[in-house]
């Protein structure tokens, strides 16, 4: 298997998918006349490009986003603010018919092998569905096509005309990749595929979709909260907190020199299997829950719980700004910077 090193540097390829500070916030409602009240800020000017063949990895804790994201990209949801270009084509809200094209495009693996897929249908309806909405005919059929498919990611062909409950967890998250991958796309878009899944399969269903995507030339954004499992997978990453991403970079000088105290406390939680490296790392303990997106803290988002919050960072945003060669994060006081910069608050870097 080839490993993510050989194409960790997507620098030179075309952008795919380019989001523009994407927002969703969702109206709170109260009494019988619904009057709003308020808005859940479950995304709040998210900005990030993907290159053609990379992997962008989106990680955060429970809450921070990253699904609604996921979920706007597709247009499963309707962004609020912001644009969403695919392919050249601004897509944030073009209507039903005009997106069905794209669709064949653009696919999503979903969190839950066993809810997503129709207990009633049979293996062969579930991934020859898109064929039959998107009204495509194949060569030799629609049933031999999807026998393809289903030994392209490791099932036998010959379960065309079992049903889901006759597989396994991991079986039916293959299931559900085979259907995403039907039309052929070019982005697929998983939520947390993995974290459904008993951990012995997870390397298996993170492997299977490395190699897909060497053999059919695709491109990744993978919502995951298991930083193990992106460090794995991804060629970049991009941290959110509370609706906001705090830092975007290369995996490597990610996971090496992590520079937003959030991403650190993150990093400080993975698990590590040698028990003598285990010793030197000292484990940060966040203070407090993530607040509520409902009435997110004023201008950084994470002081509430940060370690190294100052009066600053009460009442300027840090913007996203690059402290290292494509190496972003929105801190005053990040850690692991430059020398340079290190004593000063990134809002007189750039505001």
Request: charge should be neutral.
């Amino acid at each position: 298997m080839t490993s993510h090193e050989d194409h960790d540097d997507r620098s030179g390829a075309e952008v795919l998918l380019s989001v523009q500070g994407l927002q969703k916030h969702f109206p709170v409602t109260k009494g019988l006349l619904r009057r709003q009240v308020g808005a859940v800020k479950a995304v709040d000017g998210v900005s990030f490009d993907v290159r053609k063949g990379e992997t962008l990895g989106l990680v955060g804790e429970s809450g921070c986003g990253k699904s609604t994201t996921g979920r706007l990209i597709t247009r499963l949801l309707e962004p609020t603010g912001g644009k969403v270009v695919f392919e050249g084509h601004d897509i944030t809200h073009m209507s039903a018919s005009r997106i069905r094209p794209l669709r064949r495009d653009m696919q999503m693996i979903f969190q839950d092998p066993y809810s997503s897929l129709n207990p009633r249908h049979t293996v062969g309806a579930i991934v020859g569905a898109p064929f039959r909405i998107q009204g495509i005919k194949t060569e030799q059929g629609t049933k031999k096509a999807v026998q393809d498919i289903l030994e392209l990611v490791g099932l036998n062909p010959e379960h065309y005309n079992r049903y889901p409950h006759e597989f396994s967890g991991g079986q039916r998250q293959r299931i559900g990749i085979a259907r995403t991958l039907a039309l052929k796309p070019k982005l697929i878009i998983a939520d947390e595929p993995v974290s459904a899944l008993d951990v012995s399969i997870q390397a298996q269903v993170v492997n299977l979709l490395e190699d897909l995507q060497n053999e059919l030339d695709l491109t990744y954004v993978i919502v995951a909260h298991d930083l193990s499992v992106i460090r794995h997978i991804s060629d970049r990453v991009a941290v959110m907190y509370l609706g906001k991403i705090v830092e975007l970079a290369d995996r490597k000088s990610l996971y090496d020199t992590p520079m937003h105290p959030y991403t650190n406390a993150l990093m400080s939680a993975v698990p590590i299997p040698d028990p003598a490296r285990r010793k030197d790392r000292e484990r940060i303990r966040l203070q407090g829950d993530v607040p509520s997106p409902l009435n997110p803290p004023s201008a950084c988002r994470f002081h509430t719980r940060c370690w190294k919050a100052q009066e600053v960072c009460k009442t300027v945003e840090p913007p996203l700004v690059e402290l290292a060669p494509r190496h972003q994060v929105a801190c005053h006081f990040p850690e692991n910077a430059p020398e340079p910069d290190r004593a000063t608050p990134a809002a007189t870097v750039s505001a």
